[in-house]
């Protein structure tokens, strides 16, 4: 498993957090990525279609131990929408891991969808 500012799909950034991403063609979980040890106080994620998507439903999902997970925050094509975000809130969370789970997906005409979270 990755960590947070570690890894080739992990951006770190000293304003605006971490940033993890994570491209859908299909349902399924993405990788694990570790949490750093200095646990984060919020997070925020957003997901954005490439193309025209019809529907998709995806899950940013917290573990303490990268097996047994717990849904944070569910991002879909209606609720909030394409582009928008979604906040966890103002609180610290104890997680060593953090994945993003897409749940629902179709495609119509477009080829895939990316989420996006960032943590402060």
Not at 5 to 14: E, I, K, R, T, Y
Not at 33 to 42: Q, R
Not at 103 to 109: F, M, P, Q
Request: glycine share 10%; hydrophobic share 40%.
């Amino acid at each position: 498993m990755d960590s947070f500012g570690d890894a080739p799909a992990v951006l770190q950034s000293p304003v605006q957090g971490y940033i993890v991403s994570n491209q859908f063609g299909a349902v399924g979980a993405s990788q694990a990525f570790t949490v750093s040890a200095e646990k984060p106080d919020s997070f925020s994620f957003t997901v954005n279609p490439n193309g025209n998507i019809t529907s998709w439903s995806v899950n940013f999902d917290l573990s303490i131990d990268g097996q047994n997970w717990t849904t944070l925050m569910t991002h879909t094509n209606t609720n909030p929408g394409a582009g928008k975000i979604v906040a966890s809130g103002a609180q610290k969370f104890l997680a060593a891991y953090v994945r993003f789970n897409c749940t629902e997906l179709v495609l119509g005409s477009g080829t895939s969808i990316t989420a996006l979270a960032a943590a402060r």
